[in-house]
């Protein structure tokens, strides 16, 4: 039922820092958990981050812990993954999802189309 759209990949060099937005459409989005999936053609999709309805509550995967900050503005509709500390590893396409607070992608209802995050060696 959500639209998300998202923006802000591109090509960094490792160690570098990028941040990565997620807009939503309707009036509801304050209502939903959210999170973030990453993928490539080596890898299946998996889970990076997710962040409670309110913005009070997040979980990391722990290749990205200490390094990837998952933030929210529900006034602005907005989900935001800071990335620090980059590594080429991290490469992929960047999925922003919500309907759920999880590590799995099937309790999640609504996706993006994703962006594109590459790190160069």
């Known amino acids: 039922q959500v639209h998300l759209v998202e923006s802000g990949g591109k090509l960094v060099q490792a160690g570098g820092s990028l941040s990565l937005s997620c807009v939503a459409s309707?009036?509801?989005?304050?209502?939903?958990?959210a999170g973030w999936f990453r993928q490539s053609p080596v890898k299946e999709r998996e889970f990076v981050a997710t962040i409670s309805s309110g913005g009070g509550i997040t979980y990391y995967a722990n290749p990205v812990k200490g390094r990837y900050t998952i933030s929210r503005d529900n006034a602005k509709n907005t989900v935001y993954l800071q990335m620090n500390s980059l590594k080429p590893e991290d490469t992929g396409v960047y999925y922003c999802?919500?309907?759920?607070?999880?590590?799995?992608?099937?309790?999640?209802?609504?996706w993006g189309q994703g962006t594109q995050v590459t790190v160069s060696s």
């Open positions: 999802a919500l309907g759920g607070y999880s590590d799995r992608s099937d309790e999640y209802t609504s």
């Open positions: 309707g009036r509801t989005f304050g209502n939903y958990a």
